[in-house]
């Protein structure tokens, strides 16, 4: 696949949040523009409509407000949707980090999140991905909890032909998980991906769980897990804030996986996420298909929240 | 995050202290930081926008009504049209129809449709002792019939069995077919997740719909649901006759402003709230439980009205009329002001309906409180008739005597000499500005200082 096709497609996906985004003075000179209230109070609410949260919203207002005035001190010629681009790609820019495999062996991700962000399926797409790229994968279907969630990853490994190993529902997921390890090791395997019970990061117990699970992984490998992915539900509002905090504060979350951007979700919040915790975006959801789990990419992102053409 | 908005109204509220009617320029601000909030807690913004509209409308030429500051009262107008949008009653589901009724679920992918079936036919089951089959429609999500089936199992209802090779038309007549040979009461029918905008799946939910014709179409939503909440619900209430909706997972922190985006743009009741992922996890929704979440400012409005209705209005007229005469502050009216307290539901009370108080742990919310309440009515009550009317006479003989009296320390009698001196001088300053009324006025807002806490 081209990298023309896959912003295309990233920018389908987004094309709402484009719509949005997009405001009228876009393309005025920056040097031109007179920012009145009004025009910053309607950004203002195109950026809130787009769930980015209300303290980064103003933050990027008032950057703005002094970006403009200084293109109009020195005259420049760049456009306010110039300036704007600039801010955002400056927030999510630290986030453009790819998992870097290294010497690990297996490299173990545990794949953690609320109910409903899409793990298993992110797992199940993430396998093929790696499969792709020539890797050994093994999943380990650590949520024991929910009805049939095993059956879900075993489903996802047969369809990638890849190993799953898994317990019964009911079984101690930090168990199921430590065997996995184990096994992944036994059998030269490369990536490991475990998956979790959903549970919302409220809820202390379930997240002391996870703890359990992350030191019983360490007992095979003290590295490990040298990946801790929180998925999140694009649709998600300012909540995903709330959850990438706590599960980041309860487990030192390595990085993020956003889910569901195919849909008219605007995904703002992943700006007040890079904002506040600047941890690494590995991956985004922006389809049903295997191959739309994509790398994230900070400008290409930008460029597709702003619904701007890449610069080719 | 959860306080914002009483933080941010104490604020504006301040400014609006003393003035007796709600005037366009008087709740501007106010207004703006209501909007914020309703933003903040992911409340789409045209909603936002129509409700802070018809706030306007309402509070506008509004008196304000006794015991309530400015401020409140439009808190009060906020609210009370918020619990109104929400619907003002807790709806039921209508199963009045040839049976089997037919429960069809609808929403995006990871909202809890197939929990929620389980949580609902698990309640129909046991408390109106219908017989129940569920059948799923998801060909799509591994094992997702596998999960329905597992859920029904341990709920106790048939499963009516379907394959990832069939269409879920096929599958959905079939069971329909199936249900009535069965003489089943209810039918739940649950359908794969999809996204609003994919238009082949949501053609595929309308002729679905338009095969096994439901008496409840039942729309579930995420309550952390973001802005996008407005979108997706307009998208299903277009293409399906929406019955109801569920929120779910409200057991978390979100504040769930999409609950009022979704009441707003379907105009459908939320008929039920999904807490946790147990089978039981399932409440009757109550509108104003949610409003005050969305507003995140505790129950606010109940605290009002208690105040409204519990201060015995002639008591603090007395002693705003004893203060303003001269005459001082004695341990009678100490007492008067600590049973009025306790009326409203004693410190606990009071900490429970304040904001920002509803996370304190409940050991430290009964430390707090009503104990030193009442001992402190327990001590006055020891007190000879000329003590409480002089308390300066106390010295220790008579606090020793007091204190076995009323089961306490001699240092508890100190303390609460200290305090009534410390409430004599507060009393003389609140004197100055218009007596108790006010005093009571600022008591609903914070607590006066030393109070025990």
Redesign the interface.
Known sequence: MTDRSLFNRLKSGLAKTRDLLSPGFSNQKAAELELSDELLENFEERLLMADVGIELVQTLINQLKLDVAQAKREHLPTTVSDLFKKLVVALLEPCNQAIMLGDNKPFAILVVGVNGAGKTTTIGKLARRLKRNRKQVMLAAGDTFRAAAVEQLVTWGERNDVPVVAQATGADSAAVIFDALESAKARNIDVLIADTAGRLHTQNDLMTELQKVKRVMQKVDPAAPHETLLVIDASMGQNALRQAQEFHRSMQLTGLCITKLDGTAKGGVVLSIADQLGLPIRYIGVGEAIEDLQVFDAVQFADALLGLEPDT | ?FDNLSQRLSNTVAKLRGQSRLTEDNIKETLREVR?AL????V??TVVRSFIERVREKAVGQEVIENLTPGQALIKVVQDELVHLMGDANEQLQLNAQAPAIIMMAG?????K?TTIAKLAKRLKEQEKKKISVVSCDVY????I??????AG?IEVNFIPSAADESPLAIATRAVEAAKLNHDDVLFIDTAGR???DGDMMGEIIQLHQAVNPVETLFVV?S??????A??AQAFNEALPLTGVILT?T?????G??ALSVREITGKPIKFLGTG?KVDGLEPFHPDRVASRILGMGDVLSLVEEAQQKVDHKEADKLAKKIKSGKSFNMLDLRSQLSQMQNMGGMAGLMDKLPGTAKLPAAMKSQAGDKSVQSMIAIIDSMTAKERRFPDIIKSTRKQRIAAGSGTQVQDVNRLLKQHIQMQKMMKKFSKKGGMKNLMRSMQGRLPPNMPM
């Open positions: 995050m914020m933003l903040e807690a992911d789409a913004l995006l992918q990871g909202a809890g197939t999500r591994p094992a997702a596998k999960q329905l089936e597992t859920l341990q996204l609003h905008v995420d952390m649901s973001g802005q996008d909440a979108m997706s997972k057991d978390g922190d979100a504040r402003g999409a992922e």
